[in-house]
């Protein structure tokens, strides 16, 4: 805790160092404190899987992980090659371009996109080439989820505090999407700005089920195939039997609802993955991290069921009058496929796949009457600190929860106490506290990266303050 303090006070005299330099010197003091949880550790070992490393998959296809944000991929045709998922920046790409040039220089002929998230399409004009016709495939629909955010003003992605950890000091990064990038916000825009300018759009898009194409001599097949996004394709290559899967396969519980915010249908998803098994592949290409080199059938077999599985379970608890909370519990994943690692929460939840189901299908009332009856934040906060007999007694209570290892009810308390108290340092202490022990036990990366960046907004506050 002292060194935790000079550290304060030595950011206090800093007066000219932007907000984000603070956020990142706090917490990475925070941090040092702490102990890590065993969820953070399994996070840690599972983020491995995107260290950089190139794969041949099959005899013709070449997939570089971890130098993008995305898995990128070369087939090697006739007489020229195609791009499957450029990746996310055209300067980070263009090393990818480098690694594949040294595997052939045949031209690039054709760029398809698995679907229109931009850690997959952003980096598209590192492949382009001055004077050179390249052909670039998508759904007739790409980029709709994105549209759909932004059409409603709605920033794509944040919610108050960041879901991929963008904002975390490096050693509290855990990331499943390339390398980890330290970024002051201006920096951030900077990059984005870069991608705007030299953005590259689909100039051929799709809108039946499947098209059948040759390039560079190459036979495949794109198809429909909604998921992750409305607008997902896979690619099929029958030859190789190697099907590049975007991100409706990557090594997680299938990120059904985002924290930033998305409507995903799973029943879709699942229906998509059928279409995958019935192909037969030998390898599968996932969207991000390792390929699937072998048992892949298994592994899309095991992904469907288990998706089916907590779908039909969640539908027979509402059947049964349980609200979301109870079904959380009551849908949990049997042993079979709670067991295997590549269905484990840590990028998409089981949890807020349950809860995204029953909003999708009955909306936000779960069938408590009490909801209907529901105050502002603000009065519930008053109830609570008058059932408890005063702020601060509330301020007490929150503090003995703390102490007696129950972060969630101090995380509770300090939360109604701040929302009485704006500026009360303490309150903000015991809530970014709370929300750090939290997030050390908690095993899905955006709930972590969530709670983690809220605190350490909280902690710049209090910096700020003092
Ligand atoms: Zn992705």
Do not use: C
Not at 243 to 268: E, I, K, M
Not at 288 to 316: K, S
Not at 392 to 417: N, R, S, V
């Amino acid at each position: 805790m002292l060194r935790l303090r000079m550290e304060l006070r030595r950011l206090r005299s800093w007066r000219m160092a932007v907000l984000w330099g603070l956020l990142v010197n706090v917490q990475a003091a925070v941090a040092a404190d702490k102990a890590v949880g065993d969820a953070t550790e399994q996070l840690r070992g599972w983020s491995k899987l995107v260290e950089q490393r190139l794969f041949q998959v099959g005899g013709r296809v070449h997939t570089a992980v971890g130098y993008t944000l995305s898995a990128n991929s070369m087939i090697v045709g006739e007489d020229g090659l195609i791009i499957i998922d450029p990746g996310h920046a055209p300067a980070l790409s263009a090393k990818v371009r480098t690694e594949f040039e040294r595997i052939s220089d045949k031209p690039v002929v054709a760029i398809i996109f698995t679907h229109g998230h931009g850690d997959h399409f952003g980096g598209a004009a590192a492949f382009l080439d001055e004077g050179r016709d390249v052909s670039i495939w998508a759904r007739q629909n790409f980029g709709a989820e994105m549209r759909a955010n932004s059409q409603a003003g709605l920033t794509p992605w944040r919610r108050p505090a960041e879901t991929q950890g963008g904002d975390l000091p490096p050693e509290q990064q855990i990331r499943f999407n390339g390398p980890v990038q330290v970024m002051t916000p201006q920096q951030r825009a900077a990059m984005m700005a870069q991608g705007a300018r030299r953005m590259v759009r689909p100039t051929h898009r799709f809108a039946e089920q499947q098209v059948e194409l040759t390039i560079a001599g190459v036979s495949l097949k794109l198809v429909a195939a909604p998921g992750e996004t409305s607008d997902q394709l896979y690619v099929w290559l029958p030859e190789d039997r190697v099907l590049f899967a975007g991100d409706n396969v990557f090594h997680t519980w299938p990120n059904v609802y985002p924290l930033r915010g998305a409507s995903r249908s799973l029943r879709d998803w699942a229906d998509s993955l059928d279409k995958m098994i019935q192909e037969e592949p030998r390898f599968v290409v996932a969207g991000h991290g390792n390929p699937l080199l072998e048992n892949a059938v298994e592994q899309l077999t095991n992904r469907r069921d288990a998706m089916r599985w907590i779908y039909d379970r969640t539908l027979e608890g509402m059947q049964r009058m349980m609200t979301p909370d109870d079904l959380v519990e009551y849908a949990q994943l049997p042993e079979r496929f709670a067991s295997l690692d590549y269905l484990q929460p840590y990028y998409g939840s089981w949890e807020g796949t349950i809860r995204q189901i029953y909003v999708q299908l009955v909306g936000w009332f779960d069938g408590n009457p009490l909801n209907l009856h529901r105050e502002t934040s603000l009065q519930q906060a008053q109830r609570m600190a008058r059932l408890l007999g005063g702020e601060e007694a509330l301020a007490a209570k929150a503090q003995e929860a703390a102490q007696a290892g129950d972060p969630l009810g101090a995380a509770q308390l300090a939360q109604h106490l701040l929302r009485l108290q704006p500026q009360r340092m303490e309150a903000k202490r015991m809530l970014a506290d709370a929300l750090e022990a939290l997030a050390q036990d908690t095993l899905n990366m955006p709930m972590r990266n969530y709670s983690l960046s809220y605190a350490l907004q909280l902690r710049a506050q209090i910096v700020q303050q003092e």
